[in-house]
């Protein structure tokens, strides 16, 4: 990934070579006058130097709770796996793209994309530019992937990034997932999936969740935690239309939506990020094997849901996977999602594939790249 600042450039050592000492009791040389502080101010020395350890300890043991947060059973960090994997499932895939859209990779830049949304920028450089000066692109300092930090490969292998995409599924109902989920150090969860009355099947924890605007839900705050990344997964140019009234409070675009998103979203503009359109193509060309042609309408998309695995894939050292899959096709009374009563119905006119995608899940289970903890 090319986000983030790991290095710090240009750090050197103070200058510890005395510039010489030709008369040890002048009150001008630069000892005699040291000492002449230490002498004056050792307590306020100590205490600072107490701080700093305090600190450093803290920061350390923080450092450390983050990546090994409880001790999950079993669960060895498999340095390097998932990207081989991955590599295997997408090809000579690279982990150097960003995760999300930054301004300076637009501003002077003509032609960035080959393709239009969901599948690239194409066409909507101009509310994207608009949307990445009020948004953020930064990714947390707890999550930057660690390996691409050249001169931080000690530290890399110290680091573990396990990760679990929760899905909206059934299957999590009456699951007690909930606290082994608020274990993982990246909780990516999806849509509108409200936690609130589910801790004890889905967690309360949320890392990042995706969304479009028609899935946004109407009260983000209750839902996500204050740190919670709001990643927006842009399928089409309202999208982007829709998060720049919301965030900049403008005129609000009614028509486009194949169903209302909030009008009024109370978020921190901080907090949202633009999932680069990358991970859709990858999801869709290479997971899905769909035809991907410029300017053509698209009729079968990936669903978030997926997208999010991609994502992990990406970004984790470890990906398990919760409430993912649809009921059989034959079953249709069962209820698709854990908090809402919806059937496989609601899905038929979606331009989504459900049982297309089971497929390429399987294939990654097979292959280990991720782990079910429902089943799936
Ligand atoms: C994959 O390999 C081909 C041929 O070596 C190259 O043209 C292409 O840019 C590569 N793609 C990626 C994503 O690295
Ligand atoms: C979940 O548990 C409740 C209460 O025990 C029960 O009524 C319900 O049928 C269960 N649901 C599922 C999907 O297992
Ligand atoms: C959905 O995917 C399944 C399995 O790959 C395939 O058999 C079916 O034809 C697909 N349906 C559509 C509408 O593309
Ligand atoms: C994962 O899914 C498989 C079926 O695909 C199932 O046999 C297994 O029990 C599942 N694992 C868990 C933890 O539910």
Redesign the pocket.
């Known amino acids: 990934m090319g986000e983030g600042n790991s290095l710090p450039e240009g750090a050197q050592p103070p200058d510890t070579v005395a510039q010489g000492s030709r008369d040890e009791t002048s009150p001008w040389e630069p000892c005699y006058l040291l000492r002449n502080m230490i002498g004056k101010s050792r307590w306020k020395i100590l205490a600072v130097v107490a701080l700093f350890l305090v600190m450093a300890w803290y920061s350390i043991s923080r450092e450390d709770s983050f990546y090994f947060p409880v001790q999950m059973e079993g669960l060895k960090c498999p340095q390097g796996e998932v990207e081989k994997k991955a590599a295997q499932l997408i090809?000579?895939?690279?982990r150097d793209q960003p995760t999300f859209l930054q301004l300076k990779d637009f501003f002077w830049i003509q032609k960035t994309s080959t393709y239009q949304l969901p599948y690239g920028v194409r066409g909507s450089e101009d509310v994207l530019l608009r949307v990445l000066a009020i948004t953020n692109y930064a990714m947390p300092e707890s999550i930057q992937n660690p390996i691409l930090g050249i001169g931080f490969q000690l530290d890399a292998r110290l680091k573990c990034l396990r990760c679990v995409v929760v899905g909206n599924g059934h299957r999590l109902k009456n699951s007690s997932l909930g606290n082994t989920i608020d274990k993982y150090d990246v909780v990516i969860r999806l849509n509108n999936a409200p936690v609130v009355g589910y801790e004890g099947d889905v967690g309360s924890k949320t890392t990042m969740r995706l969304f479009y605007p028609e899935s946004a839900h109407f009260s983000p705050k209750v839902q996500n935690n204050p740190d919670t990344l709001l990643v927006l997964v842009p399928f089409k140019a309202i999208d982007f239309h829709w998060i720049e009234t919301i965030l900049r409070d403008k005129n609000r675009v009614l028509k486009g939506f194949w169903k209302q998103p909030p009008l009024i979203w109370d978020v921190n503009p901080k907090q949202v990020r633009i999932l680069n359109p990358f991970f859709m193509e990858v999801t869709a060309a290479k997971l899905l094997s769909l035809p991907i042609r410029p300017s053509r309408k698209i009729k079968q998309k990936p669903t978030t849901g997926l997208l999010a695995i991609t994502l992990a894939l990406h970004l984790c050292d470890l990906v398990h996977i919760a409430g993912f899959g649809y009921p059989d096709s034959s079953n249709k009374k069962q209820t698709i999602h854990y908090y809402e009563q919806i059937t496989l119905k609601s899905m038929s006119a979606s331009e989504h594939n459900v049982s297309h995608e089971a497929l390429a899940i399987k294939r990654m289970l097979e292959i280990g790249a991720i782990k079910n903890l429902t089943y799936f």
Not at 91 to 94: I, L
């Open positions: 090809g000579n895939y690279s």
